[in-house]
T-cell receptor, first 114, second 117 residues
Framework: KNQVEQSPQSLIILEGKNCTLQ??????????LRWYKQDTGRGPVSLTI?????NTKSNGRYTATLDADTKQSSLHITASQLSDSASYIC?????????????FGQGTTLQVKP | DSGVTQTPKHLITATGQRVTLRCSPR?????VYWYQQSLDQGLQFLIQ???????AKGNILERFSAQQFPDLHSELNLSSLELGDSALYFCASSVAGPDRVFTGELFFGEGSRLTVL
């Protein structure tokens, strides 16, 4: 069964600290994996995309990693800021010649405290 | 600004009523997706349209229906509303089609918050 599981479900850290969010998937055939950031009450916004051949990709203070062999991805946030408080959603795409199919994780809710 | 427009932003109605949510996708995007997000829950996929045709169906109730019009805007109709239908409803669009590699990026609107009293 195609699934995406994220951990932890929620996380509280102090401003300036680093944190790592995890995403494990069983989706096959894998096409790509995206991390989205969803601020409370807003629509999700893509942070980064990881394809099969990519191991690491950075977007500012966000660094995503992908291990296609173990089917795991992580999102590392460096020097957290209050504005990082949000839900982070891992979304895995099937390899498809059509419109593509997506499996959403349940998200990790991050709260950054001053 | 994602380029996806959803209306209305907020909607309050009573049980048993019917409402219509509207979505205009980004210019050039042919695919429209609808998602439901209940309080403190993840995004639940409802339905996808591509260029006017239904392409995929998720956990959409029979009381809900959707369509995509020739100008590519989409409407989600929710009828016989129940308290449990209170949620944020998101529309997303993507550049997706048989002749394109789907990168998996969805552009989300700001959502329509439905409250059923």
């Amino acid at each position: 069964k195609n699934q995406v599981e994220q951990s932890p479900q929620s996380l509280i850290i102090l401003e300036g600290k680093n944190c790592t969010l995890q995403c494990n998937y069983t989706v096959s055939p894998f096409s790509n994996l995206r991390w989205y950031k969803q601020d409370t009450g807003r629509g999700p916004v893509s942070l980064t995309i990881m394809t099969f051949s990519e191991n690491t990709k950075s977007n500012g203070r966000y660094t995503a990693t992908l291990d296609a062999d173990t089917k795991q991805s992580s999102l590392h946030i460096t020097a957290s800021q209050l504005s990082d408080s949000a839900s982070y959603i891992c979304v895995v795409s099937f390899r498809s010649s059509n419109t593509g199919k997506l499996i959403f994780g349940q998200g990790t809710t991050l709260q950054v405290k001053p | 600004d994602s380029g996806v427009t959803q209306t209305p932003k907020h909607l309050i109605t009573a049980t048993g009523q019917r409402v219509t949510l509207r979505c205009s996708p980004r210019s050039g995007d042919l695919s429209v997706y609808w998602y439901q997000q209940s309080l403190d829950q993840g995004l639940q996929f409802l339905i996808q349209y591509y260029n006017g045709e239904e392409r995929a169906k998720g956990n959409i109730l029979e009381r809900f229906s959707a369509q995509q019009f020739p100008d590519l805007h989409s409407e989600l109709n929710l009828s016989s509303l129940e308290l449990g239908d209170s949620a944020l409803y998101f529309c997303a669009s993507s550049v997706a089609g048989p002749d394109r590699v789907f990168t998996g990026e969805l552009f989300f609107g700001e959502g329509s918050r439905l409250t059923v009293l």
